[in-house]
């Protein structure tokens, strides 16, 4: 069965419920821009649609990569791209946004002498792919990043801390959390994977030869591994000389022996889904399952409110699931939800 015809109600039911974003993005992706000149009329409304201004403003004016307001480029780039801004896709202003950032961010000084030193093009690079920017540096990047994670990965360690003794002056707030072992963020290159990396990959893989999209497949397998689950989550520490940082960002899927109600399945779902070798694993048909709990006869889904979290934090933890709609309004959850489970369903039906 076709997608369009298994989850034809619950098109339609976006479609003649759901705000412009959403419209937008079921009539290009869900619809496969099946009329162009619909999709044409609903592009510019959505240019100019309240959300949008002000995403695009945060942007333009933002003060960092990696942070938990929406001046953060991490969170206000995502948040765009999440109503359906592509860069080169006609989004003009967008577009200029875009070419700026990547001129900065590819100039951008690395200290030689910080453990973080190479963190904002870890943290930017993904981003600047998951919203369509493909200049040869960004993928240059993400290559590197794949072939230094695999070298790693194939060694198969999972034990990754160090021993807390041979430390000193471990500030009293991180005393409670392992070190992680300092060759593997050796001259500010994570060997272990980050979330970060893991968009970066799903982004690129299409694009990438067999033999990376193998390294990928390997280094996803890596992080679904349950040895790979059971290190403390966040990671740990970083420690440099005296100086000591917390670090967070590891990628492993949500756990579905907790509540996974108050994680961002949805999100990892997504994510995860863009994997052959993810979306056929044993934790994708069990998180699968779950969420498919909450559909109704006609394919639409009603999740609790903690599936789809909206909050000021970082859009990387599930902070950011709205997709515009005004949350007052009674099928507002529905509507965000459903669509962010059609998006997932459709993405599956590529790589199973």
């Not at 705000?19 to 162009?36: F, H, K, M, Q, W």
């Not at 695009?56 to 003060?63: M, Q, S, Y």
């Not at 070419?99 to 190479?118: C, I």
């Not at 790979?228 to 000389?241: H, P, S, T």
């Amino acid at each position: 069965m076709l997608f369009c015809e298994k989850y034809g109600k619950a098109i339609d039911f976006l479609l003649e419920k759901s705000n412009i974003a959403v419209r937008y993005r079921v009539t290009r992706e869900l619809c496969d821009g099946s009329n162009p000149n619909d999709l044409e009329n609903l592009q510019e409304e959505l240019i100019y649609s309240e959300r949008a201004v002000r995403l695009i403003n945060c942007l333009k004016n933002r003060k960092e990569y990696h942070g938990s307001t929406l001046y953060a480029v991490e969170n206000s780039l995502n948040m765009l791209v999440d109503v359906g801004f592509q860069y080169g896709k006609g989004f003009s202003e967008f577009d200029e946004v875009i070419n700026e950032l990547a001129d900065e961010a590819r100039e951008l000084p690395v200290d030689k002498n910080h453990v973080l030193r190479h963190l904002s093009h870890i943290v930017v690079v993904p981003f600047l792919l998951r919203a369509g920017f493909r200049d040869e540096w960004v993928k240059e990047f993400t290559i590197k990043r794949i072939c230094l994670i695999h070298d790693f990965v194939t060694l198969n360690q999972y034990d990754i801390y160090d021993d807390i003794l041979k430390y000193k002056s471990i500030p009293k707030c991180f005393r409670n959390r392992p070190i992680v072992r300092p060759d593997l963020y050796e001259n500010g290159w994570f060997k272990i994977p980050l979330e970060y990396d893991i968009y970066g990959f799903a982004c690129l893989m299409p694009e990438l030869t067999v033999d990376l999209q193998s390294k990928v497949n390997d280094i996803i397998s890596y992080i679904l591994d349950s040895r790979f689950q059971a290190i403390k989550d966040g990671y740990g520490i970083l420690a440099d000389k005296k100086r000591y940082w917390a670090m967070g960002w590891d990628p492993k899927p949500t756990d579905l022996r907790k509540d996974y109600r108050c994680n961002p399945i949805l999100l990892k779902l997504d994510l995860l889904g863009r994997f052959s070798v993810a979306a056929n694993s044993e934790w994708f048909t069990q998180a699968l399952k779950l969420i498919n709990e909450y559909t109704d006869e006609s394919g639409i889904y009603h999740f609790p409110k903690s599936f789809l979290t909206e909050k000021d934090s970082n859009w990387i933890l599930g902070s950011h699931m709205g997709l515009g709609e005004n949350r007052r309004r009674k099928d507002a959850l529905t509507i965000e939800g459903t669509f962010r489970a059609l998006v997932i369903m459709k993405n599956i039906l590529k790589e199973m």
